[in-house]
């Protein structure tokens, strides 16, 4: 056991479960290294201390059962509140502003005269699309013509 050092006895296991044949082997070797005396001597020590340490019982506060029971009591109540009145309770605001917003929206749409164009500028018998994707042909179709020249009276119609 001279080239053997005790820590890794002591690592291994607790000093309450070691054996008569281990501690005698550990107390002989102990004699002569100075170093595996002081690791047995400390782990003695805390042996005693968490022997002593484990002894004692802590007993709770006068309120703790209380705290804990009222805490207990409060997450159910707000776990027994259906989702979609929580889900409301946080978005309230968000989907109200939403509301007025489109309601606003709505008004000014309706209320407002829809601005036409002025008669003395020309109109376009081009579409967007065909300007865009380059469609348009410098001819115009009868149908063009004749669309172009009835929107005037479609307009003044209304």
């Known amino acids: 056991m001279k080239e053997k050092h005790i820590t890794e006895i002591l690592d291994n296991a607790s000093i309450a479960s070691l054996s008569e044949v281990e501690l005698n082997e550990i107390r002989v070797h102990t ?13 003695q020590l805390a ?30 109540a707000v776990e027994s509140v259906p ?32 601005t036409s164009t002025p008669i003395d500028q020309p109109v376009s018998a081009y579409s967007a699309e065909s300007v865009i994707i380059g469609q ?15 929107a005037d009276d479609d307009e003044a119609g209304k």
């Open 31 to 43: 004699k002569d290294c100075v170093s595996c005396r002081d690791a047995f001597e400390a782990a």
């Open 83 to 114: 989702a979609m009145w929580r889900l409301w309770k946080s978005a309230k605001v968000l989907v109200s502003s939403m509301a007025v917003t489109t309601a606003a929206l709505a008004a000014l749409s309706f209320v407002l005269p829809a």
């Open 47 to 76: 042996a005693v201390i968490l022997k002593s340490r484990a002894q004692v019982t802590i007993e709770p506060t006068p309120f703790f059962q209380t705290r804990v029971m009222a805490a207990l009591r409060e997450q159910q």
């Open 136 to 150: 348009g042909s410098d001819e115009l179709t009868y149908e063009q013509v004749m669309s172009t020249i009835y």
